[in-house]
């Protein structure tokens, strides 16, 4: 109500304070802030708010207990879903194409000490790390489907999974620090990948 008032009498300073107010709202409750960026024709607020809630496991869609929600149109709502399907849809294809081929230079790593650091040893660190980039790519596109979010790329869960499938059974010195650096390495790397191409998803807005 003030962040709507300031705008309609053109309080600068008080519309300044709303919308810093505003920015904290968007990354605790994203759903809300986008509704109030849409209610108030603020096209870059409303798009940062949409991205806030690629986090958010959103659909189908728990309308938000809030007066801002009860006030937008259906359509600026499917234009949210859309947006968040388009990114999934995206974060998916990037996932599972061809181009993951080529990270494995992101896995490369310092040959374990413990392991002799013979060519055998060292092909087999390799093979068991690209093992587990492959598990960990299946596993993550599937949760992209609900988070599309480079956050998601993250998951505790996902990551320590996916590491106990691809070592399983092998020697403890497999996951010698160097190897988790590596691992760690490639998530973040990955994680950039997935920002890059969800900046080029549009959220077409008609206010």
Known sequence: AVLHAALKYDIDFVAAKARHSWDLLSEEDPVRAYAT????????????????????????????????????????????????????????????GTERISWGHALTTEQCEHCGGTSLTAARHQLALTSWMNKYLSAIADEFASRPAPSTAFDKNVVESTIREAYEGQRPCELHFHTMEAINRFVKHFARKVEVVLCDVDLILEF
């Open 37 to 96: 960026a849409c209610l108030n024709k603020w096209q870059k607020e409303a798009l940062g708010a949409a991205r806030s809630a690629l986090k958010l496991p959103i659909w189908p869609l728990e309308p938000p207990q809030c007066i801002e929600y009860d006030l937008i149109s259906a359509n600026t709502v499917l234009r949210l879903e859309q947006y968040h399907r388009s990114c999934a849809a995206a974060a998916q294809a990037l996932t599972l």
